[in-house]
C-alpha cells in the first residue's frame, strides 16, 4: 500500500458568503506527481497556497506526513522547510546575489553550515545549467533564469514535498521547455512529491500520475492521468480539454 504523504479532508476557504474551496478532498501518495487542472479562477492556486500556509482556511483539516496541521504561523514556518513552493513571480531578492538568495533558507532557517550549504547550491545550479551565474543579481537574468533559481533556492532546504505553481505562466514560450524539463528531472530521478499547477496540458499529461480537475472551487474530478486524457469521467472536463491546444 502506498504511503500517504499529504491528505486534504473537507477544506472551506470562503470570502464572506462566496466560496473559494468547497469541500475539497484528497491525498497525496509519497513519490506520486498529481497536476492540477482547470479553468482559470477555479481555485488551483489559492487551494496549493493554502497547503503551504499562504492562505488561511476557515474549515476541513490538511495532514502532512501523519501529523495534522495546526494552522498557526510558527507551525507554518516548520512546515514550509518540508513543503517547498515555487511561484510563476520567482519572488527573488533584487538585492541580493544568486548565491546568497539561495542560501538565505538553508543558512538562517535551518542553520546549516554555510560551506555545505553553498556546496550543494553550486551542485544544484550546474543541474540547472546556471553555475555560472552564482554571483549575479536578478536582474542581470532572463525570466526562464529566474525561474530556475527560485527551484534551487526550494530544493536547498531539502523539502520532502514540492508545489509549482504556473512556473512557466510568464515566461517566453523557448524559455518553458528548459523549466519542464527540470521538473521532469525532479520528477524522473529524484522521484519527488509534487502538485504541479499548469496549463501546458502535454506536459501534465507527460508527468501527471493522477490529474485532480477544479472548477468554481470544487473538485470535479480526481483520476489517473491515463483516465484523464483519454476518457474525462464529466463533460466540463472534457469541454476543457477540447479548449486546449495540445
Given at each position: 500500500m502506498a504511503e500517504q504523504i499529504l491528505q486534504v479532508e473537507h477544506l472551506e476557504k470562503y470570502y464572506q458568503k462566496k466560496y473559494v474551496l468547497h469541500d475539497i478532498n484528497f491525498h497525496v501518495d509519497k513519490g506520486e506527481v498529481v497536476t492540477l487542472l482547470g479553468p482559470s479562477g477555479s481555485g488551483k492556486s489559492t487551494l496549493i497556497r493554502c497547503l503551504n500556509g499562504l492562505e488561511e482556511y476557515q474549515q476541513g483539516t490538511i495532514t502532512f506526513e501523519g501529523e495534522q496541521?495546526?494552522?498557526?504561523?510558527?507551525?507554518?514556518?516548520?512546515?514550509r522547510q518540508k513543503i517547498g513552493m515555487v511561484f510563476q513571480s520567482y519572488d527573488l531578492f533584487p538585492n541580493l546575489t544568486v548565491m546568497d538568495n539561495i542560501l538565505l533558507g538553508p543558512t538562517k532557517v535551518q542553520k546549516q553550515d554555510k560551506f555545505a550549504a553553498k556546496k550543494?547550491?553550486?551542485?544544484l545550479l550546474e543541474r540547472v545549467g546556471l553555475e555560472d551565474y552564482a554571483n549575479a543579481y536578478p536582474r542581470e537574468l532572463s525570466g526562464g533564469q529566474k525561474q530556475r533559481v527560485a527551484i534551487v533556492r526550494a530544493l536547498a532546504l531539502h523539502p520532502d514535498f514540492m508545489l509549482f505553481d504556473e512556473v512557466t505562466a510568464s515566461l517566453d514560450p523557448e524559455m518553458v521547455r528548459g523549466i519542464l524539463n527540470i521538473i521532469q528531472d525532479l520528477a524522473d530521478v529524484d522521484h519527488m512529491t509534487m502538485i504541479v499547477v499548469t496549463h501546458?496540458?502535454?506536459?501534465?499529461q507527460q508527468i501527471a500520475d493522477r490529474v485532480i480537475f477544479l472548477e468554481d472551487g470544487h473538485i470535479l474530478e480526481q483520476t489517473p492521468s491515463k483516465q484523464f486524457f483519454s476518457a474525462t469521467q464529466t463533460k466540463r472536463a472534457q469541454a476543457f480539454l477540447d479548449s486546449m491546444d495540445f
Open positions: 496541521i495546526n494552522p498557526t504561523e510558527k507551525n507554518w514556518q516548520q512546515i550543494e547550491a553550486l551542485d501546458e496540458m502535454n506536459f501534465a
